[in-house]
């Protein structure tokens, strides 16, 4: 049964810094890696996904990488604002799609 | 265009009542998933519709869980003889694939509260 970890549980750094998020995964068969974004009282957002074929996608501040046979990926935010403060999931999909979730990583950016 | 939608917002039940919990998904979108996402964690999945027929409903806790679809469209989950644990967020999300990328897209959720 996959299992999906997130590294740290919590995370708060001052505004501008650079961060990463950590998630790891214990079985290496995977369809795609996507990392969301949770807001308070809100559904997720995507922010990035990497097919099992990629190594890394970036979107801006964002970049986050994969490496399959190590069963990690990261999540990189450069320049980090308060606007950033938010839940962070990294979701493993499975082959027929059902992404199996990290409990995420709580981050706040002080200004 | 709109997304995914989910009603009611928030649910407040008594133990033992039945609810549904309902999903319209973005249209034109024939995969559609419901997660359960209880305080502090990640979503967990409970069932994954193909159009009209449950393709996966491995993550269904118990036989008191159903969920339907009969249209191919709009979903509703249903609940039995409700439990204080089955209080989380129930969130649905489908799926567009385009250009072979895989994509779910998520709704508010509905808050479910069992007293």
């Known amino acids: 049964k996959q299992e999906v970890t997130q590294i740290p549980a919590a995370l708060s750094v001052p505004e501008g810094e650079n961060l990463v998020l950590n998630c790891s995964f214990t079985?290496?068969?995977?369809?795609?890696l996507q990392w969301f974004r949770q807001d308070p009282g809100k559904g997720l957002t995507s922010l990035l996904l990497i097919q099992s074929s990629q190594r890394e996608q970036t979107s801006g501040r964002l970049n986050a990488s994969l490496d399959k046979s190590s069963g990690r990926s990261t999540l990189y935010i450069a320049a980090s604002q308060p606007g950033d403060s938010a839940t962070y999931l990294c979701a493993v999909g499975e082959y027929g799609n059902k992404l199996v979730f990290g409990a995420g990583t709580i981050l706040r950016v002080k200004s | 265009g709109a997304g995914v939608s989910q009603t009611p917002s928030n649910k407040v039940t008594e133990k033992g009542k039945y609810v549904e919990l309902r999903c319209d998904p973005i249209?034109?979108?024939?995969?559609l998933y419901w997660y359960r996402q209880s305080l502090g964690q990640g979503p967990e999945f409970l069932i994954y519709?193909?159009?009209?027929?449950?393709?996966?409903d491995s993550g269904l806790p118990n036989d008191r869980f159903f969920a339907v679809r009969p249209e191919g469209s709009v979903s509703t989950l249903k609940i039995q003889r409700t439990e204080r644990g089955d209080s989380a967020v129930y969130l649905c999300a489908s799926r567009q694939t385009s250009g072979g990328i895989d994509t779910q897209y998520f709704g508010p959720g509905t808050r479910l509260t069992v007293l």
């Open positions: 249209s034109g979108h024939t995969a």
């Open positions: 079985d290496s068969a995977i369809y795609n």
């Open positions: 519709f193909q159009g009209t027929g449950a393709a996966d």
